[in-house]
């Protein structure tokens, strides 16, 4: 160890990286973490967290009109964007605290400034008290991604997912490009919110990799909801003019926006990172590649999180951090498991999925069965609502065990997360069935389908 100034220095503190450091630094090691930007990444600043604040806020729109069914009359509402702006920045700011705290309470020294490699065991610092350079045993890349924008006429006009949360003003008429779940949650919340919505995709179908009946029913719900989806359609050119921007589709048609929205999808965040001085090189996609211990050509190198391009959500880049961790200073060497993961999308209704596609089941396995049920939930049965919920399970019909369940619906999430402990557990559809349900849920549904629709 002599010769080191510390045991791990980690390369940026968002989900990944302060995990790592703080059970690091709680096992004894000397841990230094460099973070540019503000404490939490970016699933505190600009992912998850002020994403689920505005989507709670969105759905007061969708209960506000329920609650008329109820009976109850809470007169016009209106959305004070500066105060939900106001409130979602005082909170961020209090989990900024909360993790510089757990972060300098473990022992780890913060230093605030972009971290550069130098060679395969030295880190530099370029802090406002000019640079620091630092020997490390182990050095942890936990840089995270940013937001990728195609090359087009008018790009300079667009944002990305990291200015929509202070845009201002509140923008009355929204153009969201892209087709994945950060596409559909913005334009979903943002047409929650008041705004005009027409949300562009050039596929056939928005958030690939999701379930096809998940993916068709979401689609439906969101038009439903009154966002103007446009599929097989992009985006030619965006001219600034007097009155907003005027976005011109490769169809030739202008839209009217005072907001663009590219949620085309993300890179990992390498540039500057000094990977060259380390002897590292990227993957064909632009991501640092890593073996099953998150070890990159450098072996005290390693590296997680959505640098790595894997699944790139935040428990999944905690779990990494943790076998990363236990690795260098626990218990020693273990794999993590990316079967049955669940995710949620935070859209209006919401998803939650965990396991196969039935598209990937039927690969798999050749045959399966499926099970599905439709309707309308009650909460919105005395508005009106039209809003509809879908339940589906995915069974593999040689053993019987459930290998996919996909919700669209209130509280989708909420609902899976449960489940996925089931499914990792090896449960049969026999046993889904022997389970009593709770009743009246929508959750019910999952343990109350008999006859397969296929
Ligand atoms: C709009 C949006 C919504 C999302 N919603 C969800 C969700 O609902 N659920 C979910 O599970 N995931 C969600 N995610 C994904 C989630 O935020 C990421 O998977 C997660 O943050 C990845 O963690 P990480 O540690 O790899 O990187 P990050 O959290 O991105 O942290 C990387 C940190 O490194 C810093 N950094 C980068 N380079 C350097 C450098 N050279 N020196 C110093 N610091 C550096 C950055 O400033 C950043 O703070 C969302 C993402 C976005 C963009």
Partial sequence: MSGFDCDL??????????????????????????EAAALGGTCVNVGCVPKKLYSEAAQFADDFRDAAGFGWDVGAATLDWARLRRNRAKEISRLNGIYEQL???????????????????????????GAQRFRARHILIATGGTPSVPHFPGREHVLTSDQMFDIE????????????????????????????????????????????????????????????????????????RPDGLAVTLTNAEVLEADAVLYATGRVPNVAGLGLESAGLALSPHGAIPVDDDYRTAAPHILAIGDVTARLQLTPVALAEAMVVVDQLFGEGRRRMDYEFV????????????????????????????????????????????????LMKLVVDAASDRVVGLHMVGPDAGETVQGFAVAMRAGATKALFDSTIGIHPTAAEEFVTMREPVA
């Fill in 103 to 129: 972060l300098v309470g473990a022992g780890v020294q913060v230093l605030r400034g972009w971290g550069t490699l130098c060679d395969a065991h030295t880190v530099q610092v370029a802090t406002n008290e």
């Fill in 169 to 240: 003003p509140f923008p009355k008429r929204l153009v969201v490009v892209g087709g994945g779940y950060i596409a559909c949650e913005f334009a979903s919340i943002f047409q929650g919110l008041g705004a005009q919505v027409r949300l562009l995709y050039r596929g056939e179908q928005v958030l690939r990799g999701f379930d096809d009946d998940v993916r068709a029913f979401l689609a439906q719900e969101l038009v439903k909801h009154g966002v103007d989806l446009r599929l097989r359609t992009d985006v030619e050119a965006i001219e600034r």
């Fill in 342 to 389: 669940p995710t949620a999308v935070f859209t209006h209704p919401s998803i939650g999925t965990v396991g196969l596609t039935e598209a990937q089941a039927r690969e798999r396995f050749g045959a399966v069965r499926i099970f599905r049920s439709e309707f309308r939930a009650l909460k919105h049965t005395l508005s009106g609502n039209a809003e509809r919920t």
């Fill in 9 to 34: 220095f980690v390369i940026g503190a968002g989900s990944g990286g302060v995990r790592a450091a703080r059970m690091a630094a709680q096992r004894g090691a000397r841990v230094v973490v460099a």
